[in-house]
């Protein structure tokens, strides 16, 4: 059974950095892509970032390039969001997800989630 448990996240200084990790079982990640969405209060759920199975990495937040950066760790198997420089509007409630081999900013494309995390950056 495919299961993703996040961790990290929390409260956080506009301006400052925070890494998220998502260890993943059942599976392992040179043959599952790991994408990394968000949501906000009222808002959709929007594509942040994905990490192929084969290892290249994806940037959705085309409003924020380069502040995200996704890495993973094979041995954990465990994928990590690293970010940035981050701003009040950068809050909240972080996910991430697997499906086979392929990278895609649609959410319902995935069908394994993690239990989301809360980021909080505050002004």
């Known amino acids: 059974q495919l299961q993703l448990v996040q961790s990290g996240g929390g409260l956080v200084q506009s301006g400052g950095s925070l890494r998220l990790s998502c260890a993943g079982s059942g599976f392992t990640l040179d043959t599952y892509a790991i994408a990394w969405f968000r949501q906000a209060p009222g808002k959709d759920r929007e594509g942040v970032s994905c990490?192929?199975?084969?290892?290249?990495?994806?940037d959705y937040n085309h409003s924020g390039q380069g502040q995200f950066t996704v890495s993973r760790d094979i041995a954990k198997n465990t994928a990590y969001l690293q970010m940035d420089s981050l701003k009040p509007e950068d809050t909240a409630v972080y996910y991430c997800?697997?499906?086979?081999?392929?990278?895609?900013?649609?959410?319902?494309?995935?069908?394994?989630w993690g239990q989301g995390t809360q980021v909080t950056v505050s002004s």
């Open positions: 997800a697997a499906r086979h081999n392929f990278c895609t900013p649609r959410y319902p494309d995935y069908n394994s």
């Open positions: 990490i192929r199975s084969d290892g290249s990495a994806i």
